[in-house]
């Protein structure tokens, strides 16, 4: 966009003073705007497009082309974020005219913008992750014909529709989808504080159920992860991590947040003494097996973690690698650190102070299938 003040000379008043006005260029279109400001022709500076000094209300009249300058640059700009695409001269002539920008309530602009109210503009891990979720509803809702609807059209029919889409044909899981629906509800009860519609969004429970499939990494997977030689720095320092997830059943962003502080010694050997950060009162008291401490000590007790994302693409790599045919995330070390203490008869009690849970049940919940498989185990050794 280009915006200039000139003189409309054809104008011309009975006192001899001519109009000055604003062209504004967008890709070669123009539309023109009168500042209502009426000078003589020869106290304007063409050279900087301003008022002469000479004129008695100069500062007055220059601070007036400064803030049309600063609104067409606003308007433009609020344009673009909303609608997503640069307006045209006209259309930014109206939009001036107007006084003000009519935000676009198109559901593309109404998640861009409650994207950018719940993080303020901020590139956190949260803002990305809200951004991803808007991108699939999006993309659903484009693949659906969903795209273009009123706002007070998306019903719990077509977010069960989204469900179905997301699921079974984008191939994403039944938890991401809840998440991403989830934000997409958030989004539309957002849109109706503003007054963006009229009738309230009452959503329904979204009757999807994850199946409790644990993965971890057997005894065997374990000991050949530990000892595989990486010809990459990258690999070898996320192996070490994830092992110590193994070791410890830490959560990513505990271990993220481990330091020397939360390692205490005690006459039997190191602890890790550490509250979640998911459950703030929930405190885990770890004792480290010598696995774990000979990975703290080769990297002087500061384990080099890298972004979630990252760490979970080295992951895919690693077992790609060592032919371990499971997808491997920062969590399946956590699953596999459980696992491994309920198949060796530690008491799910035990299992669930470790793991940090507020609630034995939660540990219950979430390992019934191992429980399950052990109970079968221990019977069957009787007869």
Known sequence: MKLLFWLAKSKRNKQGQVPVYCRITINGERAEISTNLWIL??????????????????????????????????????????DGHSPTSKQ???LFQKGTYEKSTHITSVLKEYICYKHKNTTTEAYKKDNRYSSLIITALAQLSYLNYNLEE?????????ASHIIDELDYSISYCKKSLSFFKSTLLFAYNQRYFNRFPNFNK???????QIIYLSDSEMKRLAKY???????????????????TGLAYIDLRNLSTKNIIFENDGLWINTRRQKVKTAECNIPLNPLAVSILEKYNFHLPIVSNQKYNSHLKTIASLLGINK?????????????????????????????????????????????????????????
């Open 327 to 383: 997808k491997l995330t920062t969590h399946v070390g956590r699953k596999t650190f459980a696992t491994y203490l309920l198949n060796n008869d530690v008491p799910i009690e035990t299992v669930s102070a470790l793991l940090g849970h507020s609630n034995i049940s939660i540990t219950q919940k979430a390992y019934a299938k191992v429980l399950h498989m052990k109970v079968a185990k221990d019977v069957r050794s009787i007869f």
């Open 154 to 162: 998306y019903n719990d029919h077509i977010v069960d529709r989204l």
């Open 92 to 94: 930014l002539k109206e």
């Open 206 to 212: 979204i009757n999807y159920k994850e199946t409790n």
């Open 229 to 247: 030689c990486f010809s990459s720095i990258s690999l070898e320092k996320v192996r070490d991590c994830f092992l110590m997830q193994c070791y």
């Open 41 to 82: 022709e020869k106290e304007f500076d063409n050279r900087y497009k301003k008022i002469r000094k000479s004129h008695h209300l100069a500062d007055s009249y220059n601070k007036t082309l400064l803030s049309i300058t600063s609104k067409l640059n606003s308007l433009f700009h609020n344009a673009i974020f909303f």
